[in-house]
């Protein structure tokens, strides 16, 4: 049996592996998530997340650990990731994915995954995939393959799951449905530095945790 890095996969791989389309048009969050409005408080945290990775981001590289410290972990506690009924799992190994037919199995480490814990347990809320920002600029889209693969598992016992691919700046989310042939939908990217497309993040990241 060949197996597979869930990081080396492309698209064609989690269309053939998987079973994976993508489907429709680029998604509106509003069809799927009620967005509240920002509190002032949470703007002035917004505008601090921003404030600081920017500083980060025009000095040149970025880290995935500085990602992870300066703009993931202060959004997830903004938006409630840290409340008691979800629990934040880290750089974890996924459950080896096997595809007798295909004489393959796949194997990966995902970046933080955030589970409900109370209510229906052990409902997974949300997939995080880091891209590492660079100055020549690796975009989220293309983690999208990988964050598919890791998300997958979540499909057996639900009908759909939020996945979010970044790099820092720029945050692309994904809605993941489970049927014969899984699909999955686009979201259009947002930055970080920008002021309505943060606001938009916040609002989403939100809404996914109270949903």
Known sequence: MVTLAAK???????????????????????????????????????????????????????????????????????????????ELLLEENIQRIDILEADTSITGRYDILAVKKSGVPNLTKLWVLIVEAKRAGIEPFTGIPQLLTYAHESLQSQSSVWGLATNGLHFQFIRICAGKSPSYQLFPSLSLIESEPSIQILKVLKAICKS
């Open 8 to 86: 080396n996969l492309n698209f064609e791989d989690v269309q053939h592996l998987l079973g994976f389309h993508e489907s429709g048009e680029m998604g509106v969050f509003s069809d799927y998530l009620n967005l509240e409005s920002v509190s002032d408080f949470e703007q002035t945290e917004l505008t601090e997340i921003c404030t600081n990775f920017r500083r980060y981001l025009l000095s040149g590289r970025v880290s995935e650990g500085q990602i992870k410290f300066l703009a993931l972990a202060p959004l997830m506690n903004l938006t409630g990731y840290y409340n008691q009924a979800i």
